[in-house]
């Protein structure tokens, strides 16, 4: 099983050479972290910064320049500056080559909640809508259940939708898998989980074709 | 050059009334219109929507102004960080209408640039587009937003000219430009206010055509509200 480290560290060998990539609040922010240092890649935050670096180093810290979750933030050579509307214009326009996030809910046709419990003091849905709704390479980036101990990957979300058929890559503390016609397509498993535990844990259909290799980490 | 100088926030400020539909730039804390934020609560004007992505925190941007109960609606993507305005939302006091972030800074940018309506893909199949037409193109949907419809808009740059010329610095820029020109008056306060002439046109970000009251900001706190750092090894 994957902690919320091991999560990311998986989904950083997702990210190719050449990549601009945006992600999420949570585990997605972990996957900078993990990304091969002998390839390019240009991190995006919707805030208007693309070629976003670490954290500055204390007392270098600068009002002016943060992340889209508000965080003092420094930049790498070949970063740029740019307003809101043309930020959303890059995630829009398709320009963006990979999008991290993560969810509350995912269902087996790609349908993700993220935004909103009814009941609960409703914060808002930020750039989430955007992204999902006009990325073509999402990944999510969440645990397999809630606190709750209930499935996260469901035949339908309960909760209100986000997006409605964009998810097409989950990667969770269990197991990778992908959103294909017939449900959940079990890629890998995470270290010593088997396919039965995982079954246990997956509300919508999963489908299990052949031997499931387990994810090298 | 036709000057949009004006001698402070007071005179920045003239015209702002009750129930009057406000654009405030910034992301989060960092590039808000700090000085007009503090004359709208020095003036007093209530009943106001404001369209800002975020409402500040409890003591700072426009958590000052809804500690005085002086906003009834506000048009936002995210409005958390902040308790006073969870009270007044849950209390019924204040109307909140959540907008997908890209689809506010384009109702902006909309607006500046005359069009009536967009089609975007962000919020199709959620409650977001509830009431809303839909259409779709080359077999993806879309749905039909508005552009805003706002009396002044507050911006804050880092430098301008007198011609209201501006020039923004990191992500303080944000929502601002998208901002400017797209009420009925724009008033941009600014860092760094110079004579005409002592900008760089090609460096400028956004022209004063689409500015019409512009001065000289004082008393800059720029909170920082999540500071991280690394520690040097």
Not at chain 1, 156 to 179: M, R
Not at chain 2, 92 to 99: A, D, H, I, Q, S
Not at chain 2, 145 to 156: I, L, N, P, S, Y
């Amino acid at each position: 099983m994957l902690d919320k480290n091991g999560i990311a560290k998986r989904i950083a060998k997702e990210v190719k050479d050449g990549y601009y990539v945006n992600l999420g609040i949570g585990i997605p922010t972990l996957v900078a972290n993990f990304v091969r240092d002998d390839i390019n890649v240009e991190f995006q935050s919707e805030n208007g910064v693309l070629g976003m670096g670490p954290f500055p180093f204390e007392g270098e810290e600068d009002a002016d320049i943060i992340n889209a979750g508000k965080q003092t933030i420094t930049t790498l050579p070949g970063a740029s500056f740019f307003d809101s509307a043309t930020s959303f214009g890059m995630i829009r326009g398709k320009h963006v080559d990979l999008t991290i996030l993560g969810a509350m809910e995912v269902a087996e046709n790609g349908d993700i909640a993220n935004w909103k419990i009814p009941g609960k003091m409703v914060k808002g849905m930020g750039g989430a809508m955007d992204l999902v709704a006009s990325a073509e390479n999402i990944i999510v980036a969440m645990m397999h259940t809630n606190r709750a101990g209930q499935s996260k990957l469901l035949k339908k979300c309960t909760l209100p939708l986000t997006g409605v058929g964009c998810v097409t890559k989950i990667v969770t503390n269990l197991a990778v898998l992908e959103v294909t016609d017939r449900g959940f397509l079990l890629k890998e498993r995470a270290p010593g989980v088997s396919v039965e535990q995982i079954k246990e844990a997956t509300e919508g259909t999963l489908v299990v074709e052949g031997e499931v290799p387990e994810m090298s980490v | 050059m036709i000057s949009k100088k004006v001698t402070g926030v007071e005179a920045a400020l003239k015209g702002v009334k009750d129930k009057m539909t406000l654009m405030l730039g910034g992301f989060g804390l960092c590039g808000i219109p700090e000085n007009a934020i503090a004359e709208l609560v020095r003036i007093g004007v209530k009943e106001l929507t404001c369209i800002s992505n975020n409402a500040g925190v409890d003591d700072f941007g426009l958590g000052l102004l809804l500690q005085k109960h002086q906003i009834k609606k506000m048009i936002s993507s995210y409005v958390g960080e902040n308790e006073e305005f969870e009270r007044q939302m849950l209390s019924g006091e204040l109307e909140v209408e959540l907008t997908p972030q890209g689809t506010l800074a384009e109702k902006c940018r909309a607006a500046q640039a005359g069009f009536p309506a967009f089609y975007t893909p962000a919020g199709y199949g959620t409650e977001v587009a509830e009431g809303k037409e839909t259409r779709e193109f080359n077999g993806k949907m879309y749905v039909l937003e508005e552009a805003f419809k706002a009396d002044f808009a507050f911006v804050k740059a880092w430098k301008g000219d007198e011609a209201g010329n501006l020039i923004f610095k990191g992500t303080a820029r944000n929502f601002n430009p998208c901002m400017c020109g797209a009420a009925d008056i724009t008033v941009a306060e600014v860092e760094e206010l110079v004579p005409a002439g002592e900008l760089d046109p090609n460096q400028i970000h956004v022209p004063g055509i689409f500015v019409q009251r512009i001065f000289q900001g004082k008393n800059y706190e720029k909170r920082i509200e999540q500071r991280t750092v690394r520690t040097r090894k």
